[in-house]
């Protein structure tokens, strides 16, 4: 069986430990009516089997029981005539892969009985369970204390979940402004956590709005009690959201930052690249110029330097110096060119 944890409580003390749900059922109807009795069934992963078992006995609407085999709901609070069906999902940060791991409770609230289903292992209700037979009291207020001290334990741990976003989030800002190549999809995979984070954690707002108008209508003086002490649940939850909606915004502006900084070493290096291949066209506006002015002077003196026997001004006494002096006059004008149109 997937039952974790099974009492029956008279007047806030744990009285009956049944060793079956069976038994669970015989000894509440057992239970006197004008007494503070409720039973507490903690269930992990059940069966369809199992889950419909317990809404059969406890009447509980199709459809929440639907929703309860199925999983993966969103946070929400529904009542079917006497019963509430409250959706809750816890969160603890894994730091070890710097993942925001999200689980699912579920909650069916009577008037005499709790019924939590947990679809993971995180968060152990058995802390909450020895908190409320800790304070006999408390536990006194029936169902919705129960109900109390769980978002109050689901709250709490939402604060090492945001202790280990503000640490990503600083490291990234670091890698972003030291230039990390890899550093733009960290800041993808942390905005995507940081969303799955926000649709958990924005629903309790109209959660703890249903549940206090449901606790207004019983107006008791233990309900009074109840929602001063919700209050403060309200509070702790408030600031996880706007710390949460403050993540996201700054990741976003991150983004756009890291993206610019992107575009600006981009545009550096193609600057960087421009002025390289500039200077590198000079280099060869120069060398181009000296090969043509070297060439001249080697085209006269090779063209004079064959030996034919038949060539004019060979037998000219003025042949030599005209050729040095041709030479001489076409590299000047090459070099006066080149010159003119700032190649040298």
């Known amino acids: 069986m997937s039952v974790v944890d099974n009492a029956i409580y008279i007047d806030g003390k744990r009285a009956v430990v049944p060793n079956s749900l069976d038994h669970t059922f ?15 069934i903690g269930m992990l992963r059940p069966d369809e089997t199992e889950i419909k078992a317990v809404a059969e006995e406890f009447g509980l609407h199709n459809l929440a029981v639907e929703d309860a085999i199925n999983a993966h709901q969103r946070p929400k609070l529904e009542r079917y005539g006497d019963t509430l069906f409250v959706v809750l999902r816890p969160a603890r940060y894994v730091d070890s892969v710097e993942v925001v791991e999200l689980g699912e409770i579920h909650l069916f609230l009577g ?16 802390e909450v369970r020895h908190r409320l037979e800790g304070d006999p009291e408390l536990l006194e207020q029936g169902p919705f204390a129960v ?14 979940v945001l202790d280990g976003l503000q640490n990503d989030v600083d490291e990234i800002e670091v890698q972003v402004f030291g230039g990390d190549p890899g550093v733009s999809k960290r800041i993808y995979t942390l905005t995507r956590e940081v969303i799955e984070f926000q649709r958990a954690v924005e629903p309790l707002e109209d959660l703890f709005r249903e549940l206090r ?12 009690e109840l929602r001063r002490a919700l209050r403060d649940v309200v509070d702790h939850a408030t600031r996880v959201m706007e710390r949460t909606d403050g993540f996201r915004q700054l990741l976003t502006n991150i983004l756009q930052v890291n993206a610019s900084l992107v575009a600006q070493r981009q545009n ?10 500039f200077d590198q066209n000079e280099q060869v506006k120069r060398i181009s110029s000296w090969a043509a002015i070297f060439f ?11 030996n ?20 001489v006059l076409l590299g000047l004008a090459l070099y006066i060119a080149f010159k003119r149109k700032g190649w040298l």
């Open 26 to 40: 015989e000894e509440l109807r057992a239970c006197p009516d004008e007494g503070h009795s409720f039973c507490w």
């Open 111 to 126: 008037p005499d009985f709790v019924i939590t289903i947990r679809h993971a292992e995180e968060p152990d209700l058995k």
């Open 147 to 160: 109900l109390y001290a769980i978002l109050d334990k689901i709250v709490d741990d939402y604060g090492p």
């Open 213 to 224: 108008d449901r606790l207004k209508e019983r107006a008791t003086a233990s309900d009074l």
């Open 268 to 277: 550096d290096e193609m600057a960087r690249m421009t002025e390289a291949g």
């Open 296 to 306: 001249a002077p080697s085209f006269v003196a090779s063209l004079y330097g064959m």
């Open 308 to 327: 034919f026997k038949i060539m004019p001004e060979l037998a000219w006494a003025y042949g030599y110096p005209y050729a040095v002096a041709l030479m």
